[in-house]
Structure formats: structure tokens, C-alpha cells
């Protein structure tokens, strides 16, 4: 492997670099939304994972892109990672994907051949991981590295799960542990302690795969999975979308360990920051530790999953079969002042 660092080649790294969801509103609010097409069954208007066309009366077609700047030092990580966070979009709504091309920027004048060689290697593993082909894509010249890709999924619709599902009296779980931009800031920083050195990575390359077996219970009711925005970010475009609010125990919502320190180090990525100023408003009164981990944004992050009462047993019973311990951290209630209650 080439002896390079690539996030000394970018002034943000993976999907920190997402412009904010306040920012986001402000770009498109004089764009008009809406369903005008025959077919589309989900576009931008509850800001979902993915967008789907119908094929026929049972199936669909599901169609999402996601692309960053590096995110670890690895070239061929990099390219695991990115590719990894862009197809968990289409297990998010239930689908299996069938094809993906690349999105490629890269620093001709910085970085060589050889080291972007590596980032589409990493990309190509992962595709032809989720059984699919890395089928072509773009690439230009650009000032920082950029990778991701534009996948194709397919979905029966009676198991599309979209983000306006959730209902009062689900109980809310999360497949992976939050803190992976609190460990990459420090990595980024040098400071990152050897116990942690490879957690963020290995989090970040577990695929989301499962999202579409949960898809198939009746007792799962909306799928998202937790990126840029941050945990609350996520939760909040669920509630909003389901006209309903959460309320969040934050003793029970699943984190990576030694985080304080990190916490203490102020190792705190910018996104989080940004990410409070765009919906704070919509969220009880945090601490300062509540919002640096509810917060943090988010890579190739966990499902956020709302699944009836009726529905637990079968639900536990999938995730342990795939080796995840899960625990509610939260509940979904009727429609309050505000979004998300934390205690």
C-alpha cells in the first residue's frame, strides 16, 4: 500500500463535509417539490434516503448517490468506506441494490494515479461485496479528493420502508454505536489512542445489508440510516415526516467507548456544531456531552429503526441472528412542542 495520508488533502473528511441541514433548507427553499411525476412514489419532499420510481404494481426502482472527502488516511479504506456508506442508502428503504457507477474528484497536481488506483480498488471490493458491479461513473480534476457512488436498487413495494412511517408507541433502535466523528477528528488531529486505532474503521465498513430482511417485518415501521446530520439530525426528518415526536433516554442510546476522553481532548468534529445550530430549536435542552454525541456526524452510520410493540420479538430475533445485541434507546409519542425530548 502507498505511504500517503489523504485527509491532510481535504478540509473536511466523509460526510461532515455535508452541507447543513439548515443550509440545505435556505438552497431549496425556492425550489417548489411536490410529486408531479406518474410513478415517483418518493422524492425530496421528506428528504429520504433515496428516491423511487415504480416499475410496475410490485416492484420499484430506488436511486441514491452519496459522495465525500476522505474520511481515514487509507486510500483503499477510503474507497471501502465511501462506496460502503453510499449503497447503505438503498438497504435503508428496504431494497437490495443492483448496480453502482462511480463519482470520482482527484488532485492530478497532488496525488498520483497510483494512490486514486487504491480509492476505486477499495470502491470495486465493496460493490462486488453486495454481489453488484461497479459499472463505470465519472471523474474530474479537482482540489480535494472526492469519491462515492450513484447506486441503482430494486424493492418490492409492499417492503419499501421510507421515513414518514414511524408511529406512536414504536420503540427506537440504532445498529451501530454513535462517535465515529468524534474517532476521526482525533485520527485527523493525531491524538487518536491505540485501544481506539481501527474502530471508527470497522463500524464504518459494516454493510446496513439487514435493513432489507427488517423491511420485510410488519412490526418495522420507518427506516433511515444515520449520517451527516447526526443522530438527532435523523430522528428529527422522521418525526417531522411522521407528524409525531421522540423521546430519547440518553443513558440507552449506543455509543462507542472511551469517547469522553476524546470529549475532554475537544475532539469535536465541526459538524456537530453546525448540526445543533440547524435543529436545536427542535430538541429539549442538552448538555454539553448530549449534543457532542447526539450530534456528531455520522459515516457509513447505523440504521435508525421504529418498530411497533407487536412487532419486537421478530424484530430482536433478526438482528440477533446477525449478530446485533439490540437495545431501545427511545419511543416514539404524540406530537409535542417539540421534535425530540432528551433525559
Known amino acids: 500500500m502507498v505511504d500517503i495520508k489523504l485527509t491532510e488533502y481535504s478540509h473536511g473528511a466523509g460526510c461532515g463535509c455535508k ?7 435556505n438552497i431549496l427553499a425556492g425550489i417548489k417539490s411536490g ?17 423511487v420510481l415504480a416499475l410496475d404494481d410490485q416492484r420499484a426502482i430506488i436511486s441514491t448517490t452519496d459522495f465525500f472527502m476522505p474520511i481515514v488516511d487509507d486510500p483503499f479504506d477510503f474507497g471501502r468506506i465511501a462506496a460502503t456508506n453510499a449503497i447503505s442508502d438503498i438497504y435503508a428503504m428496504g431494497g437490495k441494490p443492483l448496480m453502482a457507477i462511480a463519482i470520482f474528484g482527484w488532485p492530478v497536481d497532488k496525488l498520483s494515479d497510483e494512490v486514486a488506483s487504491h480509492v476505486i480498488a477499495g470502491g470495486r471490493q465493496v460493490c462486488t461485496e453486495a454481489g453488484i458491479p461497479l459499472a463505470g461513473g ?23 420502508k421510507t421515513n414518514d412511517g414511524a408511529r406512536v408507541g414504536d420503540k427506537l433502535y440504532l445498529t451501530k454505536p454513535l462517535g ?51 443522530l438527532l439530525g435523523h430522528l428529527a426528518e422522521v418525526c417531522a415526516a411522521s407528524g409525531v415526536s421522540a423521546k430519547i433516554a440518553f443513558a440507552k442510546v449506543p455509543v462507542i ?22 435543529y436545536g430549536h427542535q430538541v429539549s435542552s442538552l448538555t454539553p456531552r448530549q449534543k457532542s454525541i447526539l450530534c456528531d456526524p455520522q459515516t457509513s452510520g447505523g440504521l435508525l429503526i421504529s418498530v411497533a410493540g407487536h412487532g ?6 433478526l438482528c440477533r441472528q446477525h449478530g446485533l445485541a439490540l437495545t431501545s434507546f427511545g419511543s416514539i409519542t404524540t406530537r409535542g412542542e417539540k421534535l425530540i425530548e432528551v433525559s
Open 138 to 160: 465519472h471523474s474530474i480534476d479537482s482540489p480535494e479528493p472526492i469519491f462515492g457512488l450513484a447506486v441503482t436498487g430494486i424493492v418490492d413495494r409492499d417492503k419499501l
Open 257 to 278: 467507548a472511551g469517547l469522553d476522553w476524546y470529549l475532554g481532548q475537544g475532539s469535536t468534529p465541526g459538524g456537530t456544531q453546525k448540526n445543533f445550530r440547524s
Open 35 to 51: 410529486n408531479k411525476f406518474t410513478g415517483l412514489l418518493v422524492g425530496n419532499d421528506h428528504r429520504d434516503d433515496a428516491a
Open 180 to 230: 465515529i466523528g468524534i474517532l476521526t477528528t482525533a485520527e485527523k488531529r493525531k491524538i487518536l489512542r491505540d485501544q481506539e486505532r481501527g474502530v471508527a474503521t470497522r463500524l464504518m465498513l459494516q454493510p446496513n445489508s439487514i435493513g432489507a430482511e427488517l423491511a420485510a417485518l410488519p412490526g418495522v415501521s420507518a427506516i433511515t440510516d444515520v449520517t451527516g446530520f447526526g
Open 19 to 25: 452541507i447543513s441541514p439548515a443550509q440545505l433548507d
Open 312 to 317: 419486537e420479538n421478530d424484530f430482536l430475533g
